[in-house]
């Protein structure tokens, strides 16, 4: 008989810690109320909000996705729990956090269990500094666009030292994968974001998307007095964050056909689930920063209804074409990634750059020279 | 160079052209059939397991147990026996069991019952926690049936 691989089992399913800790916490925060300046309460207070607003589109971004890609193939998809399904996300939860956690030998015990915080935190924090609506902001930060794109980058060291924490060849080849395509695609996401910059001249978000204001045609895509190029940015900028994702076609990290899961092979129960909610807040974060930067954030198309779920109702049609790609799309080969990013994406950018710059230079002096 | 870039009109043509086809199909009715819940009526000659066809009027078997089908099943699958009553012209059935383990449903009996007297079932969800659950009592579902 071939003898079982050796595990440490780890006996702790995360439900029973989480039922104790939050009476817990509650009255801890309870106590702590007239302790702590208010300035720190909002901070406290966001970042609760932000981690549930980050849960729950996790849960209900996978009953969707399930959904509209059971649609696409004309079946139904989930529909047993609760009416449409939509309780399925909280058996898929409770299942997960009952899960036992595994942690193989041989494992990186640190890299191991920090992997998955490294990626599920960034997108957390990168939330702060995303309006909304606005005055619905936790943090009006005025380098909001920078810290985004620098904890952006964080993630992609947690799918690295993930891959490699686990002592897995699928694990590291495919977080080896991940990185050269994140590193690919973040240098056209930032000439474009360069490009913006140079038409918005902040990186205050709150800012970028207050210029929008005004109706449809004040929107950064559609304002080709700004720069007849805008739509090309919206696009580059779009195919980037779908890479940036992780998200098909462009899903080389997880190539269940060569590599298993990718670089959460190993994981199991909760720490799965911890790569998960990163993975679906980082898409929510992507397509947020798409309907700020090009789509007016929380602008409303002609005077209808204004209000932050404008905001919201742009992330989840953005969201929607993010799936809809998904399933029409075969997964690319690396070369055939690379390939996109190296010849298409960084030369287009660049050019489209260069004739921003050229046209922000030239047609304010012919406008004025008339 | 003019080929890079009909490479790129090209493809991104092709990427819209695939993005309309799965929108498309995303809009059409859904055709998959909720199986424990709704199931299909199966094709006339669907074949399942052999069943015995009672008379019209009366329900009983319209078998006259002239044994061409045991006799002709390759697979020896048939048992029947019967016997004569009084005043009845024909013999009438008292047992026929069908080995469903064994049964190729290749057919031959039902070809070979010049009578009409056994048919294939439409039943297709056939399943047994062992072997002896595969020997059916065919005249006992007769009587159940009718
Ligand atoms: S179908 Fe063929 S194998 Fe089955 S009982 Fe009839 S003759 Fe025998
Ligand atoms: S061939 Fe037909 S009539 Fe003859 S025994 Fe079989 S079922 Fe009965």
Redesign the pocket.
């Known amino acids: 008989m071939i003898p079982l691989p050796e595990t440490r089992r780890v006996f702790t399913p995360f439900i029973i810690p989480s039922l104790i800790a939050l009476p817990v916490a509650g009255f801890g925060l309870y106590a702590l109320w007239p302790l702590l300046p208010l300035d720190l309460w909002r901070v406290i207070i966001a970042l609760i909000a932000l981690i549930a607003f980050a849960a729950g589109n996790a849960a209900y971004l996978v009953w969707l996705e399930r959904k509209v890609c059971a649609h696409i193939q004309c079946r139904i998809g989930p529909k047993e729990v609760g009416p449409f399904g939509l309780l399925q996300p909280l058996a898929d939860g409770i299942k997960l956090m009952t899960k036992q956690l595994i942690v193989p030998k041989g494992v990186d015990p640190l890299l191991f269990k920090v992997a998955p915080l490294l990626v599920l935190v960034p997108a957390v924090m990168s939330f702060v500094t995303i309006p909304f609506s606005e005055t619905l902001v936790a943090r009006n930060i005025d380098i909001g666009l920078l810290m985004i794109f620098a904890f952006a980058s964080v993630n992609v060291m947690g799918l690295l030292l993930g891959g490699w924490g686990s002592a897995n060849k699928y694990a590291v080849i495919s977080a080896a994968r991940a990185v050269s395509q994140n590193v690919a695609y973040e240098i056209p996401m930032l000439i474009t974001v360069i490009t913006m910059v140079m038409i918005t001249h902040t990186l205050n978000l709150r800012d970028i998307v207050l210029q929008q204001s005004g109706n449809m045609f004040d929107w950064y895509v559609f304002r080709f007095s700004a720069s007849p190029l805008l739509w090309m940015s919206f696009l580059i900028f779009f195919v980037c964050s779908l890479a940036e994702t992780n998200r098909a076609p462009f899903d080389l990290g997880e190539a269940e056909s060569e590599l298993i899961a990718g670089f959460h092979t190993e994981y199991s129960g909760m720490g799965f689930g911890v790569f998960f909610m990163g993975e679906y807040a980082n898409i929510v974060i992507g397509c947020g920063l798409t309907s700020i930067l090009f789509l007016g954030g929380w602008q409303c198309p002609f005077g209808l209804w204004p209000g932050w779920w404008w905001f919201l109702a742009k992330i989840y049609f953005l969201i929607f074409c993010v799936m809809w790609i998904r399933w029409t799309y075969p997964r690319t080969t690396l070369w055939g990634l690379l390939n996109l990013s190296w010849k298409v994406l960084i030369p287009l950018a660049l050019i489209n750059l260069l004739l921003t710059g050229g046209w922000l230079k030239f047609w304010p002096m012919l406008m004025g020279a008339q | 160079m003019s080929g890079y870039f009909k490479d790129l009109f090209g493809g991104t043509k092709s990427l819209a052209v695939g993005l309309g086809i799965t929108f498309r199909y995303m809009c059409k009715p859904v055709v998959t059939l909720q199986y424990p819940h709704e199931s299909l009526k199966m094709t006339p000659r669907y074949r399942g397991h052999i069943e015995?066809v009672g008379d019209e009027e009366t329900g009983l078997?319209?078998?006259?147990?002239?044994?061409?089908?045991?006799k002709?099943c390759p697979s020896n699958c048939?048992t029947?026996a019967?016997e004569k009553t009084e005043g009845a012209k024909t013999k009438s059935?008292t047992m026929?069991t069908l080995d469903f383990t064994k049964c190729s449903l290749c057919g031959q009996?039902v070809e070979?019952?010049?009578?009409?007297?056994?048919d294939f079932s439409k039943d297709y969800n056939l399943a047994g926690p062992r072997k002896e659950a595969f020997i059916f009592d065919l005249l006992k579902r007769l009587e159940e049936k009718s």
């Open positions: 015995l078997p319209k078998c006259v147990v002239c044994g061409m089908c045991q002709t048939i029947l019967g059935l026929y009996c070979s019952c010049k009578f009409g007297a056994i």
